[in-house]
Structure formats: structure tokens, C-alpha cells
């Protein structure tokens, strides 16, 4: 997903347009609200204008829904894990060697659900938020944030330079095998590969000697160098107020939901 985030910040949308920075806050915020639900139907609310979102900024949804399948996967495994987590209130439906499915464990499939919708729908805002700009143009975003610079710049460093380790491990996986290595299940395939991984290590560290002293040689002055400009329209604040004030929306409506409750509890 690193790699392809941006492989659509070409094309035109009313998200490609926004101004990076007012979309940044913008978009985050809404994920921050998203995180802080605990009703389901709002979750699945926020999950939708997630998919507006997406469906706005025209990244292709099958582009999408590819890059979020690992996502779907770590998470499934709540909907198996928490209903025979619970500890019932008496009824129980089955027991296997001391592990007890009950009425209650069941119920709480509903907050499991949640957790899978919330993690969805925050990975799912992450494509409109960073995949519509080419990915120096958000760095630099977040540098006219005011983010701490050395956070800026790992960011940048990160990004430029995990393609060069992902090929250089690849070059190192190619030689193993034209030298008949296999991986098995086995002592000898986990000592390779552990020795190819403390070489990569080994030979990013010299790399990183060496792109030191070449940027200093460059005058390199710490900041993001890069040809485009930041305009704020009108627009930018209109979108601005659009996702932000539905993210506050949802916790508004969160917030009388939970005095509803209280208030039937008293």
C-alpha cells in the first residue's frame, strides 16, 4: 500500500484540489472522530462518508478494497475471538475444553463489529487524504502544519528510501535463490533469512554514511525543497467545514445517545 498510495495523485477531483494542509486536518480529524465512537450505526454512518469521500477524490474503489484486504484480514479474526471471550451470565450455548460460547459472548459480536467497521473506515480515509497528492507535496503539507521538523523529514527519508531497501532485499532474495536456497519451515531457511535481513541493516546504515556526507556536500538545510506552492480558496474552506463539521456532528450525536442511555438508566 506504501508504495501505490499515491499512484492515482494525478488526476483531477474536488479532493485533488483542496489544499493539502486544510485536507490533512481536515480528514484526520474525521478519522479521530470516527476512533471515538461507540455506537454502531454511527460507525457504519462515518463508514459511508468514507466511501463518498473516496468515491469523490475518483480513486478507483477496486484499487482501494485491494490494498485494505491484509487490513480485513488482521481484523476478522475479533467476530471469532471476542464472543468466546465474555464471560456469560449463566446461559451457555456450548463449551470447548474450557472455552465458553455464551448468549452474552454473542451480543458482543455487535462491538466486534464496530471495531472491524472503525479500523475499515480509518484505513479506507487514509487513500483521500494522502493518495491525492503526490507524496513530497504532503510531506511538505505537513511541514507547513508546523509539524516538528525531524518528524518531517523521517517521514521523507522513510518514503524515499524504503524502495531502495525493497529492492536491494529483492536482489538479495534473487541471489539465494540462483544459489539453490529455498524456503522451508525449517532452522536453516529462519538462519538465512536472518542473516540477509542483519546485511540489509548492515548496508543501510553505510548508505545512510554515505547519503549523510553527499546532502551535506549539497548544502542540504533541512527543510522539504519542492516546486509547488500552497493557494487557500474558498473552496478549500468550504470542504474544510464540510468534514469537519460532520466529524464534530457524530460526536454531537454520540454525546445525546449516551445521555439517552444514562438518562434510561436513572
Given amino acids: 500500500m506504501i508504495s501505490e498510495i499515491d499512484r492515482y495523485a494525478g488526476i483531477s477531483s474536488p ?49 482501494v478494497l485491494s490494498r485494505m484486504k491484509l487490513v480485513f484480514i488482521f481484523v476478522i479474526p475479533f467476530f471469532i475471538i471476542i464472543p468466546f471471550t465474555v464471560i456469560g451470565d449463566g446461559v451457555e450455548i456450548a463449551s ?49 502544519l508546523h509539524m516538528p521538523n525531524k518528524l518531517v523529514q523521517m517521514f521523507a527519508f522513510t518514503y524515499r528510501y524504503i524502495f531502495v531497501l525493497d529492492d536491494e532485499f529483492t536482489r538479495m532474495d534473487r541471489s539465494l535463490t540462483s544459489r539453490g536456497f529455498k524456503r522451508q519451515g525449517n532452522l536453516y531457511t529462519l538462519t538465512t533469512i536472518s542473516k540477509a535481513i ?33 493557494h487557500t480558496r474558498w473552496q478549500d474552506w468550504v470542504n474544510t467545514a464540510v468534514v469537519v463539521g460532520f466529524a464534530v456532528l457524530l460526536q454531537v450525536a454520540a454525546t445525546s445517545d449516551t445521555f439517552s442511555a444514562a438518562r434510561g438508566f436513572l
Avoid at 104 to 119: C, D, N, P, S, T
Avoid at 122 to 134: C, D, E, H
Fill in 15 to 63: 479532493i485533488h484540489r483542496w489544499d493539502p494542509r486544510f485536507r490533512l486536518i481536515s480528514i484526520f480529524a474525521l478519522i479521530f472522530s470516527v476512533m471515538l465512537l461507540y455506537n454502531l450505526q454511527l460507525v457504519m454512518i462515518g463508514m459511508i462518508f468514507a466511501i463518498i469521500l473516496t468515491c469523490i477524490s475518483k480513486i478507483p474503489l477496486s484499487f
Fill in 96 to 144: 470447548f475444553g474450557g472455552i465458553t460460547l455464551s448468549y452474552r459472548g454473542i451480543e458482543y459480536v455487535k462491538f466486534a463489529a464496530m471495531i472491524v467497521l472503525k479500523a475499515l473506515t480509518a484505513v479506507m480515509l487514509i487513500f483521500p487524504m494522502v493518495g491525492t497528492s503526490r507524496m513530497d507535496i504532503t510531506i511538505k503539507a505537513l511541514e507547513g
Fill in 198 to 230: 542483519a546485511m540489509l541493516f548492515v548496508n543501510s546504515y553505510e548508505r545512510a554514511d554515505r547519503v549523510f556526507y553527499a546532502m551535506r556536500s549539497k548544502g542540504y538545510s533541512g527543510t522539504v525543497a519542492t516546486l509547488h506552492e500552497f
